[in-house]
């Protein structure tokens, strides 16, 4: 083989390694916030994506320290795809590049509790009987962390401001002195009169021991919220961690998984002096307090002059003009559309009042011609009961009379037979009243109570329907008010005459009994059964209750109809009634106007 040869193979070779080696993991920019020095910054911050590294497979996390100096110029370069910042610059982020958190750091405080919101408070030592609220500080010497820090000054500068306070203007001093503790000691020792922190820097000093608590006061203290550190201005969120880049690979989800999942004792969250990552919280308060200070992408907030906005959009201005003169148009289009839509839906509310109107009259006839239904059966039983009392105590009564007289006529003579013909057609009559008294209203009922007269009806279906018909009782009073015992009573007496004339049954039962406070009673036989439901046919319903008329008799009384039926199966009808424990003698004897016999 020839040197070209081998040189053609050589490089066949190497692609081939090349195709077969993995790929490299893409490389995602994190920038991150400097406050204290560029080293300070890679020290805290590189444990956090060498974590990310470590945990979204395929990607490289890489981290970039962005000075806030050149804070915009990183992001309208788009040299970074997420970033870490406190609340200006995330704001920052969110103006120009359209950024969105994805988590918000927690940091604990010296109770131990974790948060991921704070704020500022302004303090002075509690000896200054002079400076109690922050309008106290006219005149006075301020100290705070930095410019650009938001617990440490900007979110006191707005209260200042809402309380008429100009820092530029209205106080003696005001100095930055770079951190925390050097403003806490410029007060203390009497070179500030007040200072401001960040919340829990006080609380935090104190635990050391490097100072006491009670020789500090909060300046217009806020109470209560999240934690018990001293404060005077509302919450705020905590530094934010954004996804600056819009990206379509699910990698940002995957971030914010892993930062949520990272705990408070992780080497990472340690390195940072936080407690981890919390989900992203509402940035508006922050927005709002640098629109109000107008600082930062706010600095020219709402100021423009006319020549400005013309030159700058005249071509948008242009358009609206047009816009607006269409729009005109079209809104008094939209606003006679609108008039000839009002007279039409007034004419169908109209309709629809007119209707619901009806609709309330027709439920409100039901409702009277049930009452009156209920008032019909009971007028007709209480006239039944009339009846049967008078068959019982006049007409029968007579004819009793008469039989004995016969009886004792004397035997001897002509006209004997004809005397016993005439008795015997007397008792013939008088067993027909005894039994027409039965039949119009049971004296039973009236006399022995409810279970005897559900016996009663029990062996008049066996004796005159050639059924094997069984009566059962628990033996428990069933105290019910009249017009339900009528009701119940004559529900019974129809359920067993549609047994016998239409279920095609050998055997049935009628089970009463006491179940809490309600008293049931069952009739249920072995017959040919049917369908039921809802539209359950009404056996019985020519000249009696049928089912349909049971259900609602007993429905307007307070009680209940439960149908069980199928076809080949028997049918079992089960009547439930509030019992009324109030009421004497309503399952057991009649009263003086009892039909009897």
């Not at 070779?13 to 020095?37: C, F, K, N, Y």
């Not at 039944?384 to 068959?391: F, N, V």
């Amino acid at each position: 083989m020839g040197h070209r040869g081998r040189w053609v193979l050589g490089v066949a070779w190497l692609a081939a390694l090349a195709g077969s080696a993995p790929a490299a993991d893409q490389v995602v920019r994190v920038g991150a916030l400097v406050t204290r020095g560029v080293e300070r910054c890679v020290a805290e911050w590189t444990p956090l994506v060498e974590y990310l590294s470590a945990s979204v497979e395929g990607y490289t996390f890489r981290l970039v320290p962005v000075g806030y100096s050149s804070l915009r110029e990183t992001l309208a370069g788009k040299k970074v795809d997420y970033l870490i910042g406190n609340p200006l610059a995330h704001v920052e982020a969110e103006l120009i590049r359209g950024a969105r958190p994805l988590a918000t750091i927690r940091r604990a405080g010296p109770d131990g509790r974790a948060r991921s919101m704070f704020g500022s408070v302004v303090f002075c030592r509690s000896d200054r009987g002079d400076i109690a609220k922050l309008e106290d500080l006219r005149g006075k010497r301020l100290a705070a962390v930095d410019a650009l820090s938001f617990g440490g000054w900007i979110a006191a500068w707005r209260e200042l401001q809402e309380r008429g306070v100009d820092p530029t203007k209205g106080l003696a001093s005001l100095v930055f002195l770079g951190t925390h503790d050097a403003v806490v000691f410029a007060v203390r020792e009497g070179r500030a009169d007040a200072g401001v922190v960040r919340t829990d820097a006080l609380e935090w000093l104190a635990q050391e021991g490097t100072i006491r608590l009670g020789d500090f006061r909060a300046l217009s203290p806020v109470t209560g919220g999240n934690g018990s550190c001293l404060r005077s201005t509302p919450w705020y969120p905590e530094w934010a961690f954004d996804q600056v880049e819009e990206r379509s690979d699910g990698l940002s989800e995957r971030v914010a998984v892993a930062l949520l999942r990272m705990g408070g004792d992780h080497p990472a969250a340690r390195a940072a002096q936080t407690s981890g990552w919390a989900i992203a919280e509402n940035y508006r308060p922050a927005r709002e307090c640098m629109q109000a200070l107008r600082i930062g992408p706010y600095k020219d907030y709402g100021r423009a002059t006319l020549k400005e906005v013309l030159s700058r959009y005249w071509p948008e201005l242009g358009l609206a003009s047009a816009l607006t003169v269409s729009l005109g148009v079209f809104a008094v289009v939209v606003a006679r559309l609108n008039r000839r839509l009002e007279a039409a839906m007034e004419r169908q509310r109209a309709e629809l009042a007119e209707r619901q109107k009806a609709e309330e009259q027709v439920a409100a006839y039901q409702l009277e011609l049930r009452a009156l239904a209920s008032e019909l059966s009971l007028a007709e039983e209480r006239e039944r009961r009339r009846i049967a009392t008078e068959l019982h105590d006049r007409i029968s009564q007579t004819l009793n009379v008469a039989s004995m007289k016969l009886a004792a006529a004397p035997e001897a003579g002509a006209g004997r037979e004809r005397l016993e013909e005439v008795r015997g057609l007397v008792d013939e009559a008088i067993d027909d009243a005894q039994r027409l008294t039965f039949e119009l209203s049971s004296p039973v009922l009236y006399q022995l109570g409810l279970e005897a007269a559900l016996e009663w009806l029990a062996d008049q279906a066996r004796r005159k329907g050639n059924l094997d018909v069984t009566f059962s009782d628990d033996g428990q009073p069933k105290p019910l008010p009249e017009d339900v015992r009528v009701v119940v009573y004559q529900s019974v007496r129809e359920l067993l005459n549609n047994v016998v004339k239409h279920a095609g049954a050998r055997r049935a039962t009628v089970e009463a009994g006491r179940e809490g406070a309600l008293v049931r009673v069952a009739v249920a036989d072995d017959g040919k059964g049917f369908e039921a439901g809802a539209d359950a046919p009404r056996r019985g319903g020519k000249g009696g209750f049928g089912l349909f008329s049971i259900r609602e008799r007993m429905r307007q009384l307070g009680g209940t109809v439960r149908i069980v039926s199928r076809p080949g199966r028997g049918t079992t009808v089960v009547l439930t009634a509030p019992a009324a424990e109030g009421i004497q003698g309503a399952s057991g004897h009649g009263g003086a106007n009892s039909a009897g016999g």
